[in-house]
C-alpha cells in the first residue's frame, strides 16, 4: 500500500511539475541554510568537549572592585592561589598555575615559534592528555621536560619520527627534552596550546610569583564528582581576602562548560557571550526552514483548483478523507525528500564557503548519527509542517459539487496564504534592517578616532637580539627609505596590557581605587603611533634621565584637578613619578567603551612588541622586504613575523562582522524563498483570471492596467509585511545596540531603503508573470465561452 501511495504522488507530483520545482527549490535552499547554521551551533556548543573531565575543571578568574564597580579579569590569579585552593579547600583534587607564552623551537635549521604553557604537574592530569610517546608520569620529571603536541613534532623532526628525548632548542638560548608528545586539540577548544612545559622553569628569578598582590596567572582547578560547586565556590571566594587582609578583590570558579559560550561579565556577574548568538543564529534556522514551508503551504493550496477534481473523482471511487491525507502528506513527504537530497549537494559545495566565512574547519560527516538523524529530522519536520494544512485542506473538498462543476469554494484558504505572504515578507524586512543596521555600527565604531593611526603601523615581536641591536636595527630601517620610525611597547597597542591601582596624587580625592594601565615604551613610541603629546614633553632617549618620569592620558590629568598635571606627582607606596606630558585620551581594549586611564614610563628593557611606521608611497611588499632584510641581518635565528595593526584592529570585530555578513545573507535568502511563493502564486492567479483578463482586454484596458490590477494584490500584501516588519527591525536592532556604549542612532531612511528593497523585489517578481498574463492573445482566453 505505501508502495502505491509513492506511485500516486510521484505521477501527481510530475503532473504539477512547475510547481513541484518551486517547492523542492524553495525547500531545498531552507534545509541548506538551516543546516549550515546547525553545523556551526554544533561546533560552538561541542568547545572542550573533548575533556573527560570537562564537568570537574574549573578556571579562576579574579573580581576586582574599581570606582564602585565590580570588574573581571583573566589571568589574573596570584601566584600562591592555585596550591592554596587545593590544599585549603576540601573537594579540590588538583590545581594549576599556568602562564602563556610564543617560543622559538628549533632543530638543526627548522625553526618554528609556537604558543604555549608554562604548567604546573596537575595541569597534564585535568585536561587529560593523551599521550602518543611518553606518559603523565614521567612528564614533568626533569627540569627541562617539555611536551609537545604530534603536529610540532612532525614539523620539527618529521613524519613518522620519534620525538621522545630528543632535545629541542628554544629561543636560541635554552635547551628542553622532549618528554612527552600528545594528540592534536582539535579547534574547538578554548584554551589552545601546542607545548606544556614545568612552570617552575619560568618561575626562576622571579620572586614577585610567590605575591598575593601580583596577579598574571591563568589558574585551574578540578573539584571531585561529589563535591558541591557552590560550596567550593563560596569557600575560593574568601581565599584572596582572607590572605591580603583587603576587601576588593575575590577569586571564583568559572565551569569549562561556560568558557566558551558564557564570557562575557558585567559588574562581577556572568551576562552571556558567545551563547547569544547560538540562541540568535538557531532561531533564525527555524525561521529560514519556516520560511520554506510557507512557500510549500502557499503553492500547494493555490493549485487547489487543478486537484479538485482529482479529489471528487477519487472520494466517487470510494477514498475516505484519512486515505486522501496520507496521500497529500506522501506526496509532501516526498517533495521534502527530494528537497533534502539537493540539500546535501548544495552544502557539498557551500560548506567551504561557509567555513571561510565563519573561520572555522567544519566536517560534513554524513555519516555520523547525530548528523544523519538531523537531516532525517530536518526531512521529517519540512513535509510534515509544509503538507498538513494542504493535506486537510485539499481533502476536505465536496465531492458531488465538484463533479457538477461548480467552483470550489477556497473558505479561509486565500486569507491563509496572504496571512503567509505577509509573515515572509516581514521576515525579509527584519533581515534586511538587520542587516544594515549591524553594518552601520560596525563602520561607526571602526570609523572612530582611535586617538592614534593605525594605518601603516605594523607589529612585529621583541625576541632574540632585538632589545640589544634595537638602535642598529631602526637606524637601518629607516636608511632603507620605507620606514619612517621604530618603538617598543610592552603589549599590543589595542589591548588593555598590565595595570594596578591604589596610586595617590596631587590635587585629587578617592584615587586609590582607579584602575590605571601601564605602558612601557621607547621614546619614540608618540612619533611612531601617532599619538599626540597635548601637554609637556616626551621622553628622552638616555633612559636613565627619564627613570622616574612619567606621562599620563588626559583622563588621567583630569583626576589630578583642574590645573595642569605637568610637574605633580603620582605615587604609590615607595614608587613616585613626575607628571612630564599629557597625551590625548586613546582607545585600547575594548572597542565600545571607553578606555581607562594610562601611565606612560620610559622602560623599553621591559618591551615584547615592535612598532614600525612605514612610509606611504611604497607597496606592502617593498616596505616588508627591507624590513625582513634588517631583522635577519640582526635576528637571524628568528622567523620574520609581523601583524598589520588595522588588520588586528579589524579582528576585533568578528562576532559583529558575523551576525553582518549572515544577516546579509539570510536576508538574501528569505527574499529568493519568499519571491519564488510570489512567482507560483501570481502564476496561480494569473491562471484563475485568465477569462478576466480576456474580457477587459476585449474591452479595451491596457497591458500596463492589466499588469497594475494584477500587481497590485500582492503590492497591498507586501506594504502590510513592511508595516509589521519596521516595528520588529526597530526594537529587536534597538535591543542589540543597547549592548554598546558607543553605537549608532538608528535613522529613518534606514527603514525606507529597505522597504523600498523589499517592494521592487516582490514587484519585479510579480511583475513577470502579469505582463505575460496581460499579453496573451484574448481569443484563446475565451476560446471556451
Request: aromatic residues 12%.
Amino acid at each position: 500500500m505505501f508502495r502505491n501511495y509513492l506511485k500516486i504522488a510521484w505521477r501527481n507530483l510530475w503532473k504539477n511539475k512547475g510547481y513541484t520545482a518551486l517547492n523542492i527549490f524553495g525547500l531545498a535552499i531552507g534545509i541548506t541554510c538551516a543546516s549550515l547554521i546547525l553545523l556551526w551551533v554544533e561546533d560552538e556548543v561541542n568547545y572542550d568537549k573533548v575533556f573527560p573531565k570537562r564537568d570537574q575543571v574549573y578556571y579562576v578568574p579574579t573580581n576586582n572592585l574599581f570606582e564602585g564597580e565590580w570588574r573581571t579579569f583573566y589571568e589574573s590569579a596570584p601566584g600562591p592561589l592555585a596550591k592554596a585552593i587545593k590544599d585549603e579547600i576540601p573537594g579540590v583534587i588538583g590545581s594549576a598555575r599556568t602562564v602563556g607564552e610564543n617560543l622559538l623551537f628549533t632543530v638543526n635549521d627548522n625553526g618554528i615559534n609556537k604558543n604555549g604553557r608554562y604548567v604546573d604537574p596537575d595541569f597534564i592530569s585535568m585536561f587529560s592528555l593523551s599521550f602518543v610517546e611518553g606518559g603523565m608520569a614521567n612528564a614533568f620529571k626533569d627540569f627541562d621536560a617539555i611536551v609537545i603536541s604530534k603536529k610540532l613534532a612532525t614539523q620539527l623532526f618529521g613524519q613518522g619520527t620519534k620525538a621522545l628525548g630528543k632535545v629541542i632548542k628554544v629561543n636560541n638560548e635554552s635547551n628542553y627534552r622532549v618528554t612527552g608528545v600528545f594528540e592534536d586539540l582539535p579547534n574547538n577548544v578554548t584554551i589552545k596550546f601546542d607545548w606544556v612545559a614545568p612552570f617552575e622553569r619560568f618561575a626562576v628569578g622571579k620572586d614577585w610569583i610567590n605575591d598575593y598582590q601580583n596577579g598574571f596567572a591563568d589558574t585551574f582547578v578540578e573539584l571531585t564528582p561529589e563535591a558541591d560547586f557552590e560550596t567550593v565556590n563560596a569557600k575560593v571566594e574568601k581565599l584572596i581576602p582572607s590572605k591580603t587582609g583587603k576587601e576588593g578583590k575575590y577569586a571564583f570558579l568559572h565551569p569549562m562548560k561556560d568558557w566558551h559560550l558564557r564570557s562575557g561579565f558585567e559588574n562581577g556577574k556572568k551576562v552571556g557571550g558567545q551563547i547569544t548568538y547560538v540562541r540568535l543564529f538557531s532561531l533564525i534556522a527555524i525561521i529560514i526552514l519556516l520560511i520554506a514551508c510557507i512557500n510549500f503551504m502557499n503553492l500547494s493550496t493555490a493549485s487547489s483548483e487543478k486537484r479538485a477534481k482529482e479529489v471528487g473523482v477519487r472520494k466517487v471511487l470510494g477514498s475516505n478523507k484519512n486515505r486522501l491525507i496520507i496521500q497529500f502528506m506522501a506526496e509532501a513527504l516526498l517533495t521534502a525528500t527530494m528537497a533534502t537530497l539537493v540539500s546535501v549537494l548544495l552544502l557539498v559545495l557551500l560548506l567551504p564557503m561557509f567555513n571561510t566565512l565563519v573561520q572555522k574547519q567544519i566536517d560534513l560527516n554524513f555519516f555520523s548519527y547525530i548528523h544523519l538523524f538531523s537531516l532525517l529530522g530536518i526531512n521529517l519536520i519540512c513535509g510534515v509542517l509544509a503538507g498538513w494544512y494542504p493535506a486537510f485542506y485539499l481533502s476536505s473538498f465536496k465531492p458531488i459539487k465538484i463533479i457538477k462543476g461548480v467552483k470550489v469554494k477556497e473558505g479561509s484558504a486565500p486569507i491563509i496564504r496572504k496571512g503567509l505572504v505577509v509573515a515572509q515578507f516581514t521576515v525579509s524586512i527584519v533581515f534586511i534592517i538587520s542587516t544594515i543596521i549591524v553594518y552601520q555600527q560596525i563602520e561607526h565604531v571602526k570609523s572612530r578616532d582611535m586617538g592614534y593611526d593605525r594605518e601603516n603601523l605594523i607589529q612585529l615581536p621583541v625576541n632574540g637580539n632585538v632589545l640589544k641591536d634595537l638602535i642598529p636595527i631602526k637606524q637601518e630601517m629607516i636608511a632603507s627609505g620605507t620606514v619612517e620610525n621604530v618603538a617598543l611597547l610592552n603589549t599590543s597597542i589595542l589591548s588593555g596590557g598590565s595595570n594596578s591601582s591604589g596610586w595617590e596624587w596631587q590635587g585629587g580625592k578617592d584615587t586609590r581605587d582607579v584602575l590605571i594601565s601601564h605602558r612601557f615604551i621607547s621614546a619614540d613610541f608618540f612619533d611612531t603611533t601617532g599619538l599626540e603629546i597635548i601637554e609637556g614633553h616626551g621622553f628622552s632617549d638616555k633612559v636613565a634621565l627619564d627613570s622616574t618620569n612619567v606621562l599620563i592620558t588626559q583622563s588621567l590629568a583630569k583626576l589630578m584637578g583642574d590645573e595642569s598635571a605637568v610637574g605633580k606627582t603620582i605615587h604609590r607606596d615607595e614608587d613616585a613619578y613626575t607628571v612630564i606630558g599629557v597625551v590625548k585620551d586613546f582607545l585600547y581594549g575594548n572597542m565600545y567603551k571607553t578606555s581607562d586611564p594610562v601611565m606612560f614610563f620610559n622602560y623599553p628593557q621591559y618591551t615584547y612588541n615592535m612598532y614600525v611606521r612605514a612610509k606611504s608611497g611604497y607597496t606592502m611588499t617593498s616596505i616588508l622586504a627591507s624590513m625582513e632584510k634588517v631583522m635577519k641581518k640582526y635576528n637571524p635565528a628568528f622567523p620574520f613575523e609581523y601583524e598589520f595593526v588595522d588588520e588586528a584592529f579589524s579582528s576585533k570585530f568578528k562576532s559583529e562582522k558575523l551576525v553582518g555578513s549572515l544577516s546579509k545573507i539570510f536576508a538574501l535568502l528569505a527574499i529568493v524563498i519568499s519571491c519564488l511563493g510570489l512567482f507560483g502564486l501570481s502564476t496561480f492567479t494569473a491562471e484563475q483570471r485568465r477569462k478576466e483578463i480576456g474580457i477587459r482586454k476585449v474591452l479595451g484596458a491596457s497591458v500596463a492596467k492589466i499588469s497594475q490590477m494584477l500587481s497590485m494584490d500582492f503590492a497591498k500584501l507586501v506594504l502590510l509585511g513592511l508595516l509589521i516588519g519596521f516595528p520588529l527591525a526597530y526594537f529587536s536592532m534597538e535591543n542589540w545596540l543597547e549592548g554598546f556604549a558607543y553605537r549608532i542612532e538608528i535613522q529613518w531612511w534606514v527603514f525606507a531603503l529597505a522597504g523600498i528593497i523589499a517592494l521592487g523585489i516582490a514587484l519585479l517578481t510579480v511583475s513577470f508573470q502579469s505582463i505575460r498574463a496581460a499579453l496573451t492573445n484574448p481569443v484563446k482566453s475565451l476560446r471556451t465561452e
